[in-house]
T-cell receptor
């Protein structure tokens, strides 16, 4: 089955530590996205990438970094500069003008 | 109902009733709208979409209505079932080639058996 796989499902970060969230898709989608969701809130865009080796900042990029070395993969690093990293992180992908397809998220907490 | 940018409203219905979830959008340039369903601990799941050249679109048990005059979108669920209990989000694409979506904060639908 084609889909988007996010790992791990739960992740804990210590103070001053960088952590990387994985997002892999086998849908042959060109565009990939990272969103942050806080309790009772909608999704806010962190970064997005329309093609390999290219990405753009979303609305809340500060404290995050991404790479897009392969079409299938779009990892997100939450750096120590992100002072409030506790949230549910969602990865999505799409192709053309189709609706975005989401993974099942990674919940990041602070130790 | 909800408005893109307001706090999470709730809707409680009886099993078998029809549900209507509302969404107001602010960008008159938006040309594509999507409804997603999100169950607890999972990612949003696509339900139905509609483009701005239409005012109604039907799927299986769901109908989306678009009123561009008042910038209003609604999702109707027929014969609501307990499995429909979830948070429902509307999202709009304001156009352009980068296909960025703006999400509302969602409506929590609870179906009582």
């Amino acid at each position: 089955d084609g889909g988007i796989t996010q790992s791990p499902k739960y992740l804990f970060r210590k103070e001053g530590q960088n952590v990387t969230l994985s997002c892999e898709q086998n849908l042959n989608h060109d565009a990939m996205y990272w969103y942050r969701q806080d309790p009772g809130q909608g999704l806010r865009l962190i970064y997005y990438s329309q093609i390999v080796n290219d990405f753009q900042k979303g609305d809340i990029a500060e404290g995050y970094s991404v790479s897009r070395e392969k079409k299938e993969s779009f990892p997100l690093t939450v750096t120590s500069a992100q002072k409030n990293p506790t949230a549910f992180y969602l990865c999505a992908s799409t192709r053309g003008n189709q609706p975005q397809h989401f993974g099942d998220g990674t919940r990041l907490s602070i130790l | 109902g909800e408005s893109v940018g307001l706090h999470l409203p709730t809707l409680s219905v009886q099993e078998g009733d029809n549900s209507i979830i509302n969404c107001a959008y602010s960008n008159s340039a938006s040309d594509y709208f999507i409804w997603y369903k999100q169950e607890s601990g999972k990612g949003p799941q696509f339900i139905i979409d509609i483009r701005s050249n239409m005012d109604k679109r039907q799927g299986q048990r769901v109908t989306v209505l678009l009123n561009k005059t008042v910038k209003h979108l609604s999702l109707q669920i027929a014969a609501t079932q307990p499995g429909d209990s979830a948070v429902y989000f509307c999202a709009e694409n304001s156009g352009g080639s980068n296909y960025k979506l703006t999400f509302g904060k969602g409506t929590l639908l609870t179906v009582n058996p």
